[in-house]
């Protein structure tokens, strides 16, 4: 059964780079687009953007120029990295698995952005 | 960019009632590609409905969706104690695939 795990430091300074991590059952990695979701404490979901193993990738505009997201299929990995992250980053990251909707989440893991 | 906006933003409702949920569109959403999701809180969102009225799996039959273009609801016919939570309708027609606001549906 496919599972999606978030892990990376809970704990960023500002203007440093936010890096999270997904990882994906083995066997999946390569037949989906993969997705990151964010949520600022008490805010709604926030689309940050979609990657696939073939190196495509698409991010919401305002975020485009500080995301950068890759797919490792030998460590059945998503990474995602947001640099000059400011307090505004703060939020539970979420990945998904897309088929256009997404269908599988991950648990989530809240990213604290401060000094 | 296609913006969702979800209405009403809190809905105050009783177990056995009928609630209904509004996802608006700035533009068309061809081939109805919007999703639902229930978020309950500290869980991380599950899909609900996708291609505007499908149920996903193990999604039980009070919850319904429909709608077309540019308007879109979730019913959820008979609340049950475990609805009250908060639902994201999201558009996956064109890039950005963003999300509406949210409607909180709480307990009367």
């Known amino acids: 059964q496919l599972q999606l795990q978030e892990s990376g430091p809970r704990l960023v300074k500002p203007s440093e780079t936010l890096s999270l991590t997904c990882t994906v059952s083995p066997g999946f990695i390569t037949s989906y687009y993969w997705t990151w979701i964010r949520q600022p404490p008490g805010k709604g979901l926030e689309w940050i953007g979609r990657?696939?193993?073939?190196?495509?990738?698409d991010f919401y505009p305002s975020l485009k120029s500080r995301v950068t997201m890759s797919v490792d299929i030998s460590k059945n990995q998503i990474s995602l990295k947001v640099r000059s992250v400011t307090a505004a980053d703060t939020a539970t990251y979420y990945c998904?698995?897309?088929?256009?909707?997404?269908?599988?989440w991950g648990q989530g893991m809240l990213v604290t952005v401060s000094s | 960019e296609i913006v969702l906006t979800q209405s009403p933003g809190t809905l105050s409702l009783s177990p056995g009632e009928r609630a209904t949920l509004s996802c608006r569109a700035s533009?068309?959403?061809?081939?109805?590609?919007l999703a639902w999701y229930q978020q309950k809180p500290g869980q991380a969102p599950r899909l609900l409905i996708h291609?505007?009225?499908r149920r996903a799996t193990g999604i039980p039959d009070r919850f319904s969706g429909s709608g077309s273009g540019t308007d879109f609801t979730l019913t959820i016919s008979r609340l049950e104690p475990e609805d009250f939570a908060l639902y994201f309708c999201?558009?996956?027609?064109?890039?950005?695939?963003?999300f509406g606001g949210g409607t909180k549906v709480e307990l009367k």
């Open positions: 533009e068309t959403v061809t081939a109805n590609y």
């Open positions: 998904a698995r897309e088929l256009g909707y997404l269908d599988l």
């Open positions: 990657g696939h193993y073939s190196g495509k990738t």
């Open positions: 291609t505007a009225s």
């Open positions: 999201q558009q996956y027609d064109r890039s950005p695939f963003a």
